[in-house]
C-alpha cells in the first residue's frame, strides 16, 4: 500500500505565510485612496495611477520571476522580490509627489511579482503529490485571501495613530522578515540548468502557438480587472455611496458605525469569504473541468457584479454584495494554475504560468487606472463597474472551447 503523505509540507506552510503577508499589505492600498489624495491635494486618478503601475509591474515581473526562480532558485527569487518590495514601500513613504509614487510603484509591483502567486504556487506544485497538488495549490491561494482578511482593517486601524507614511515603513519591515522563513522552504528541483536553457524556448513557442493558452491567457483578465478595481476603490466608494449606519442596527451593534470603516470590512469580508471558495475550488478542482468551473465563476461574477449596481447601494447589499463576490474572488486562480499544470505539466509551471498571469495584471491595471479616471470624468464609478461585468462575461464564454483533455510535453534536446 502506497504511503500516504501529509498535504501541510513546510513548504506550504512558509509559502502560505509568504503569500499572505505580501497579499495583506497589497489588499491594503485602497485605504490610503482618501488619506494620501487629501493631504496633497491629488485628483483621485493621481494615487489610482499608483496602485494602477503596481498592478501591471507586478504582471510584467510574473513570469520574469518565475523563469527567475527556475534558474538560481525559488528562495534566491523571493528574497530579491522581498527586498525590491522593502524598498519601493520605503521610498513610497517619503514620496510626495504623484509622479514619485507613481515611479516607486514600480518596486512594489515586481515586490509583489517576486512574493506571490507566480513563485509560490510553482514551488508549492512541486513539493505537492499528485493527488494532494490541487488543493495544496487552493490552500496557498486562500493564504492570500487570509492576508486580504486582515489587510485592510489593520491599515485602517494603524491610520488612527500614525501616519500614513508611517504604515508603509511598518509594511516593509513585515516584508523583509519573510527572509527569515526561508530556510525551510525546501521543494525538489524541475530540472538542471543546463536542460531548462535547451527547452524552455521550446515549450514557449508551442505554448505561444496553442490556442487553448491563449484562451487562458485572455480570459484572465476580466479577473485581474474586477478584483484589482474593487480592492483599490471599493473602500472609497463604500464611503461615498452608501447610505448612513444607523443607530441600533446589526452593523452599529457590533462596532461598523461608519462607512469608512464599512469599506475596510467589506474588503475583510471579500477575503474570508474567499478562503471557503478557494478551498471548495481546490476541492472541485480535482473533479470536475477545470474549464467549466472557471466559467461558472466568472459567469457568477458577472450576475453578482450586475445585481448589485442595479439595486439600491445599502450598508446590507455592501455586505451581502462582499461575502458573494468573495466566495468567486481568488478561485479563479487554483483552477487557472492547475489548468497550465494539467496541460503543459509542472517542469515550467513558474514561468507559463507567470506569462498567463501577465493578461490578470494588465486588467489590474486597467480597472484601478479607469477607476480613477472614469470617477474623476464621471463623478462616480457606474461606468467602471459596467465595462466589469461585460469583461467578466466575456471571460465565462472564451474558457469554454478550451482543450483540458491532453498534455503538451516537450523532451530534453
Same mark, same amino acid.
Given at each position: 500500500?502506497?504511503?500516504?503523505?501529509?498535504?501541510?509540507?513546510?513548504?506550504?506552510?512558509?509559502?502560505?505565510?509568504?503569500?499572505?503577508?505580501?497579499?495583506?499589505?497589497?489588499?491594503?492600498?485602497?485605504?490610503?485612496?482618501?488619506?494620501?489624495?487629501? =493631504?496633497?491635494?491629488?485628483?483621485?486618478?493621481?494615487?489610482?495611477?499608483?496602485?494602477?503601475?503596481?498592478?501591471?509591474?507586478?504582471?510584467?515581473?510574473?513570469?520574469?520571476?518565475?523563469?527567475?526562480?527556475? #534558474?538560481?532558485?525559488?528562495?534566491?527569487?523571493?528574497?530579491?522580490?522581498?527586498? %525590491?518590495?522593502?524598498?519601493?514601500?520605503?521610498?513610497?513613504? +517619503?514620496?510626495?509627489?504623484?509622479?514619485?509614487?507613481?515611479?516607486?510603484?514600480?518596486?512594489?509591483?515586481?515586490?509583489?511579482?517576486?512574493?506571490?502567486?507566480?513563485?509560490?504556487?510553482?514551488? %508549492?506544485?512541486?513539493?505537492?503529490? !499528485?493527488?494532494?497538488?490541487?488543493?495544496?495549490?487552493?490552500?496557498?491561494?486562500?493564504?492570500?485571501?487570509?492576508?486580504?482578511?486582515?489587510?485592510?482593517?489593520?491599515?485602517? /486601524?494603524?491610520?488612527?495613530?500614525?501616519?500614513?507614511?508611517? &504604515?508603509?515603513?511598518?509594511?516593509?519591515?513585515?516584508?523583509?522578515?519573510?527572509?527569515?522563513?526561508?530556510?525551510?522552504?525546501?521543494?525538489?528541483?524541475?530540472?538542471?540548468?543546463?536542460?531548462? =536553457?535547451?527547452?524552455?524556448? =521550446?515549450?514557449? %513557442?508551442?505554448?505561444?502557438? !496553442?490556442?487553448?493558452?491563449?484562451?487562458? $491567457?485572455?480570459?484572465?483578465?476580466?479577473?485581474?480587472?474586477?478584483?484589482?478595481?474593487?480592492?483599490?476603490?471599493?473602500?472609497? $466608494? &463604500?464611503?461615498?455611496?452608501?447610505?448612513?449606519?444607523?443607530?441600533?442596527? &446589526?452593523?452599529? +451593534?457590533?462596532?461598523?458605525?461608519?462607512?469608512?470603516?464599512?469599506?475596510?470590512?467589506?474588503?475583510?469580508?471579500?477575503?474570508?469569504? +474567499?478562503?471557503?471558495?478557494?478551498?471548495?475550488?481546490?476541492?472541485?478542482?480535482?473533479?470536475?473541468? #477545470?474549464?467549466?468551473?472557471?466559467?461558472?465563476?466568472?459567469?457568477?461574477?458577472?450576475?453578482?457584479?450586475?445585481?448589485?449596481?442595479?439595486?439600491?447601494?445599502?450598508?446590507?447589499?455592501?455586505?451581502?454584495?462582499?461575502?458573494?463576490?468573495?466566495?468567486?474572488?481568488?478561485?479563479?486562480?487554483?483552477?487557472?494554475?492547475?489548468?497550465?499544470?494539467?496541460?503543459?505539466?509542472?517542469?515550467?509551471?513558474?514561468?507559463?504560468?507567470?506569462? &498567463?498571469?501577465?493578461?490578470?495584471?494588465?486588467?489590474?491595471?486597467?480597472?484601478?487606472?479607469?477607476?480613477?479616471?472614469?470617477?474623476?470624468?464621471?463623478? !462616480?464609478?457606474?461606468?467602471? /463597474?459596467?465595462?466589469?461585468?461585460? %469583461?467578466?462575461? $466575456?471571460?465565462?464564454?472564451?474558457?469554454?472551447?478550451?482543450? =483540458? !483533455?491532453?498534455?503538451?510535453?516537450?523532451?530534453?534536446?
Amino acid at each position: 500500500m502506497p504511503e500516504r503523505t501529509s498535504i501541510f509540507t513546510p513548504v506550504l506552510i512558509v509559502g502560505c505565510i509568504i503569500i499572505m503577508v505580501s497579499f495583506a499589505v497589497r489588499a491594503s492600498f485602497g485605504v490610503f485612496q482618501i488619506p494620501v489624495a487629501e =493631504e496633497f491635494g491629488w485628483l483621485r486618478t493621481e494615487f489610482s495611477l499608483a496602485i494602477a503601475i503596481q498592478n501591471l509591474a507586478w504582471g510584467i515581473g510574473q513570469p520574469i520571476f518565475g523563469a527567475l526562480a527556475e #534558474k538560481i532558485g525559488d528562495r534566491r527569487a523571493i528574497i530579491i522580490g522581498s527586498i %525590491v518590495y522593502a524598498i519601493g514601500l520605503v521610498l513610497s513613504a +517619503n514620496s510626495v509627489t504623484p509622479l514619485e509614487h507613481q515611479t516607486y510603484a514600480w518596486l512594489v509591483g515586481f515586490g509583489i511579482a517576486g512574493t506571490g502567486f507566480g513563485v509560490i504556487l510553482a514551488v %508549492v506544485g512541486r513539493a505537492s503529490s !499528485d493527488d494532494n497538488r490541487s488543493m495544496s495549490l487552493a490552500i496557498a491561494t486562500a493564504a492570500g485571501s487570509a492576508g486580504q482578511v486582515f489587510g485592510a482593517p489593520v491599515a485602517e /486601524w494603524m491610520l488612527t495613530f500614525m501616519t500614513w507614511q508611517a &504604515v508603509f515603513v511598518a509594511f516593509a519591515a513585515m516584508i523583509l522578515s519573510l527572509i527569515l522563513l526561508l530556510p525551510l522552504m525546501r521543494a525538489p528541483a524541475l530540472a538542471s540548468k543546463t536542460e531548462l =536553457e535547451e527547452s524552455l524556448g =521550446e515549450i514557449l %513557442v508551442k505554448a505561444f502557438r !496553442d490556442p487553448s493558452y491563449t484562451l487562458i $491567457f485572455l480570459g484572465f483578465f476580466s479577473c485581474g480587472y474586477q478584483l484589482a478595481f474593487i480592492t483599490a476603490h471599493f473602500p472609497a $466608494f &463604500v464611503t461615498e455611496m452608501c447610505g448612513p449606519i444607523l443607530p441600533g442596527g &446589526v452593523l452599529h +451593534n457590533i462596532g461598523i458605525t461608519t462607512t469608512s470603516a464599512l469599506g475596510a470590512v467589506a474588503i475583510s469580508l471579500i477575503g474570508l469569504a +474567499n478562503i471557503a471558495g478557494t478551498l471548495a475550488a481546490g476541492w472541485a478542482g480535482k473533479r470536475y473541468s #477545470k474549464k467549466y468551473l472557471l466559467a461558472g465563476i466568472y459567469t457568477g461574477r458577472t450576475i453578482a457584479a450586475s445585481l448589485f449596481i442595479l439595486f439600491p447601494i445599502t450598508p446590507e447589499t455592501v455586505i451581502l454584495f462582499s461575502i458573494v463576490m468573495g466566495a468567486l474572488w481568488l478561485a479563479t486562480v487554483p483552477l487557472t494554475s492547475g489548468l497550465v499544470a494539467h496541460i503543459y505539466g509542472l517542469r515550467y509551471m513558474g514561468t507559463l504560468f507567470g506569462i &498567463v498571469f501577465l493578461s490578470h495584471q494588465l486588467g489590474s491595471f486597467a480597472g484601478v487606472w479607469l477607476g480613477g479616471r472614469l470617477y474623476d470624468i464621471y463623478g !462616480d464609478y457606474t461606468v467602471v /463597474w459596467w465595462v466589469g461585468v461585460a %469583461v467578466g462575461a $466575456f471571460s465565462a464564454i472564451v474558457h469554454l472551447p478550451v482543450r =483540458e !483533455d491532453r498534455t503538451v510535453r516537450v523532451q530534453p534536446a
